[in-house]
């Protein structure tokens, strides 16, 4: 069993910096692309970035300017630096994985999503 553990969300007031984590942990193989996305109430889920298992990346190209996705291999963990936060950025955020329990077999896992609201 493959857990992915989002932390690092809270309240911050507008032109201030967060630093997303998200955590794998259980039977893990690899890791492959690992995704962040954001949801608020009533819209649909927005995909902010992405990084391959190479460190390539990609962005919303809204985000691009302030958002830095990263990871840690070693500690099976992906990062999302969230910088001048606005208030249009509060939202769940969530973490997803490909993770390999075998050198062929894989499956997308989700976290449960962590809160960043940002005041005015």
């Known amino acids: 069993q493959v857990q992915l553990m989002e932390s690092g969300g809270g309240l911050v007031q507008a032109g201030e910096s967060l630093r997303l984590s998200c955590t794998a942990s259980g039977s893990i193989f690899r890791i492959g692309i690992m995704r962040w996305y954001r949801q608020t109430p009533g819209k649909q889920r927005e995909l902010v970035a992405t990084?391959?298992?190479?460190?390539?990346?990609t962005y919303a190209d809204s985000l691009k300017a302030r958002f830095t996705i990263s990871r840690d291999s070693r500690k099976n963990t992906t990062y999302l630096q969230m910088t001048s936060l606005e208030p249009e950025d509060t939202a769940v955020y969530s973490c997803?994985?490909?993770?390999?329990?075998?050198?062929?077999?894989?499956?997308?896992?989700w976290g449960q999503g962590t809160q960043v609201t940002v005041s005015s």
């Open positions: 990084v391959t298992s190479d460190g390539t990346t």
């Open positions: 997803s994985g490909r993770i390999f329990a075998t050198p062929t077999t894989w499956r997308d896992y």
